[in-house]
């Protein structure tokens, strides 16, 4: 029984004690006292109702359900929930960490009457969003078969001092009852990094909201008054990065494991194409393997949005079936956004050709390890025009050759432009954006700059080096963007007819697939 159902059988009691003594003490009264009485009742009934009313206002504005100092958790039972294991697809190693969890629960439920175990008190998902960990907690809360608190860290932060901490215990003291009734009880808390961000200590001796929330959680989590074995397990979850979370949230007694969910592998991406596929009408044919490979570095969620964008498109076209063509459409969709309507002149148009054109043989002869996907000069919302690549392998570790390939792709239209025309347009404000970027890494950060320099030196304040070591750095950086630029115009010049004949082609069709790119280079 919920406390809602609680609090009225308990009123429904207590009114039924108050009516039996009103009237056994009315017996007892002479005629004149009675009819005093039965004239007063109009005006004490409203005098007490009235009065009741108030006391409810304000009990639930500060302590009372849905009030202030209270927090209202959602009660998610696992029947409500259903989700399983089997349902997560495309994360098997976080699954197999958290079915690990679930057995441990379902150990501790089984070995009642037995000497007790300590078990693990919290659980911590790491990732990036979109990657299935409300998923994954859906997942757990199903399996385990256990009352399951859903709550936000935006739940606990208000501008009234000291009410974070107050919901902290609200929502233990909950869990409790829970786990008293049930044996155990599992806590998730989204967001975690909104209440668990590093505590900062200010003149007024860290009394900050934020700092008062997060210790009340630590006491609760493994403090002087917690059970040597507790039956509550905090499962958190946080697309922030660890290091911003307060050291002692993450120390053993109170998050006890992390589970690092990724973005899903070529094999999960698969995975979850037949997934979503096979709850939309689809094509029987539909190359999977292709599909996902193009769909490098896409979420759970971003792959279930390309194939319900795919089945609107299809709708659309009033097809029966979701076709391929309807998924990479739909991924170009999501990734590019809608074609712009408006037309270009042929000025314009033929030097955003030669742009994208040194962009191609770039990456056609520098960057081999990409599959160029498609090359287009239609004129969109977010870009003039593309040049889509996709990795042949999952590259993990990138070295130097990597990212002088890269940077020399992205110079590649500056430089064709450079060789046809001789200046340069606004189109390479963002190639030169992540040129650069890349160049300063490399001399920065990973040590890769011709002077030798070793270290990461943005790890450190600015104003901790010296103008002079700046400059030598700055150099190094200046002269990778040099040594790629001129790479790049030694071979748009020693292959100038390809150029041209790429441009050319680019203008007429405005795009170029796989197979017309492989007739070009044959």
Same mark, same amino acid.
């Given at each position: 029984?919920n406390?809602?159902?609680?609090?009225?059988?308990?009123?429904?009691?207590?009114?039924?004690?108050?009516?039996?003594?009103?009237?056994?003490?009315?017996?007892?009264?002479d005629?004149?006292?009675?009819?005093?009485?039965?004239?007063t009742?109009?005006?004490?009934?409203?005098?007490?109702?009235v009065?009741?009313?108030?006391?409810?206002?304000?009990?639930?504005?500060?302590?009372?359900?849905?009030?202030?100092?209270?927090?209202?958790?959602?009660l998610v039972q696992?029947?409500?929930v259903n989700?399983?294991f089997?349902d997560?697809?495309?994360?098997?190693?976080?699954v197999?960490?958290a079915?690990?969890v679930?057995?441990?629960?379902?150990?501790?439920?089984?070995?009642?009457?037995k000497p007790?175990?300590?078990?693990?008190r919290?659980?911590?998902?790491?990732?990036?969003p979109?990657c299935g960990?409300?998923?994954?907690?859906?997942?757990?809360a199903?399996?385990?078969?256990?009352?399951?608190?859903?709550?936000?860290? @935006?739940?606990?932060v208000e501008?009234?001092?000291s009410l974070? $901490? *107050?919901? +902290?215990?609200?929502?233990?003291?909950? !869990? /409790?009852?829970l786990?008293e009734?049930?044996g155990a009880?599992?806590?998730?808390?989204?967001?975690?990094?909104v209440i668990?961000?590093?505590?900062?200590?200010?003149?007024?001796?860290?009394?900050?909201?934020?700092?008062?929330?997060?210790?009340?959680l630590?006491?609760?989590?493994?403090g002087?008054?917690?059970r040597?074995?507790s039956?509550?397990?905090?499962?958190?979850a946080?697309?922030?990065?660890?290091?911003?979370?307060?050291?002692?949230?993450?120390?053993?007694?109170?998050?006890?494991?992390?589970?690092?969910?990724?973005?899903?592998?070529?094999?999960?991406?698969?995975?979850?194409?037949?997934?979503?596929?096979?709850?939309?009408l689809?094509?029987?044919?539909?190359?999977?393997?292709?599909?996902?490979?193009?769909?490098?570095g896409? @979420?759970?969620?971003?792959?279930?949005?390309?194939?319900?964008? $795919? *089945?609107? +498109?299809?709708?659309k076209e009033n097809? !029966? /079936?979701?076709?391929?063509?309807?998924?990479?459409a739909?991924l170009?969709?999501?990734?590019?956004?809608?074609k712009?309507?408006?037309?270009?002149?042929?000025?314009d148009?033929?030097?955003?050709?030669?742009?994208?054109?040194?962009?191609?043989?770039?990456?056609r002869y520098f960057?081999?390890?990409?599959?160029?996907?498609?090359?287009?000069?239609k004129?969109?919302?977010?870009k003039?025009?593309?040049?889509?690549?996709v990795?042949?392998?999952?590259?993990?570790?990138?070295?130097?050759d990597?990212?002088?390939?890269?940077?020399?792709?992205r110079?590649?239209?500056?430089?064709?432009?450079?060789?046809?025309?001789?200046?340069s347009?606004?189109?390479?404000r963002?190639?030169f954006?992540?040129?650069?970027?890349?160049a300063r890494?490399?001399?920065?950060?990973?040590?890769?700059?011709?002077?030798?320099?070793?270290?990461n030196?943005?790890a450190?304040s600015?104003?901790?080096?010296s103008?002079?070591?700046?400059?030598?750095?700055?150099n190094?950086?200046?002269?990778?963007?040099?040594?790629?630029s001129?790479s790049v115009?030694?071979?748009?010049?020693r292959n100038?007819?390809?150029?041209?004949?790429v441009?050319k082609?680019l203008?007429?069709?405005?795009?170029?697939g796989?197979?017309d790119?492989?007739a070009?280079?044959?």
């Open positions: 029984m406390r809602s159902k609680q609090l009225i059988v308990f009123f429904i009691i207590i009114g039924l004690i108050l009516l039996i003594g009103i009237w056994i003490g009315y017996q007892f009264l005629p004149f006292n009675r009819d005093i009485i039965i004239a009742i109009p005006f004490d009934m409203t005098f007490y109702l009065s009741t009313f108030l006391f409810v206002i304000f009990n639930r504005i500060f302590h009372g359900l849905g009030g202030l100092g209270f927090i209202e958790a959602k696992a029947r409500d989700v399983h089997t997560v697809i495309g994360i098997d190693e976080a197999e960490e079915q690990e679930v057995q441990m629960v379902r150990d501790r439920m089984a070995a009642r009457g007790k175990k300590r078990m693990i919290g659980l911590l998902m790491l990732g990036p979109g960990k409300t998923l994954l907690a859906k997942a757990m199903t399996e385990a078969g256990l009352p399951f608190l859903a709550l936000s860290g @935006s739940d606990f501008k009234w001092y974070g $901490a *107050a919901r +902290i215990r609200g929502a233990f003291k909950e !869990a /409790k009852r786990a009734q049930k009880c599992v806590i998730f808390i989204d967001e975690l990094d668990g961000r590093m505590r900062t200590f200010s003149g007024r001796g860290g009394e900050e909201e934020t700092n008062r929330t997060l210790t009340q630590l006491v609760e989590k493994d002087l008054n917690a040597e074995v039956n509550i397990i905090v499962v958190g946080t697309n922030a990065s660890e290091d911003i979370l307060d050291k002692a949230l993450l120390r053993p007694g109170r998050f006890d494991r992390k589970i690092y969910i990724d973005q899903p592998s070529r094999e999960g991406r698969e995975q979850l194409l037949r997934h979503f596929l096979a709850q939309v689809s094509a029987p044919d539909i190359d999977m393997a292709s599909l996902a490979k193009i769909t490098w896409k @979420s759970a969620s971003d792959i279930e949005n390309i194939v319900r964008e $795919a *089945a609107l +498109i299809a709708a097809k !029966a /079936k979701v076709e391929f063509p309807d998924l990479i739909a170009e969709r999501l990734d590019l956004g809608l712009g309507m408006g037309s270009m002149g042929d000025e148009k033929l030097r955003l050709a030669y742009h994208e054109a040194g962009h191609l043989l770039a990456a960057d081999p390890e990409q599959e160029i996907v498609r090359v287009s000069i004129p969109r919302k977010r003039f025009s593309v040049v889509q690549q990795p042949r392998e999952e590259l993990y570790i990138r070295n130097r990597v990212f002088m390939n890269q940077i020399k792709m110079l590649a239209g500056f430089v064709a432009e450079k060789v046809v025309y001789g200046s347009s606004e189109l390479t963002d190639d954006k992540e040129a650069t970027g890349l890494d490399m001399v920065w950060v990973y040590g890769m700059g011709l002077s030798g320099y070793v270290g030196y943005l450190i600015i104003d901790d080096i103008d002079t070591f700046k400059q030598h750095l700055n190094d950086s200046e002269a990778i963007i040099r040594q790629c001129d115009e030694e071979l748009l010049t100038r007819p390809k150029l041209d004949a441009a082609q203008v007429d069709t405005e795009e170029l796989p197979a790119i492989q070009i280079f044959a």
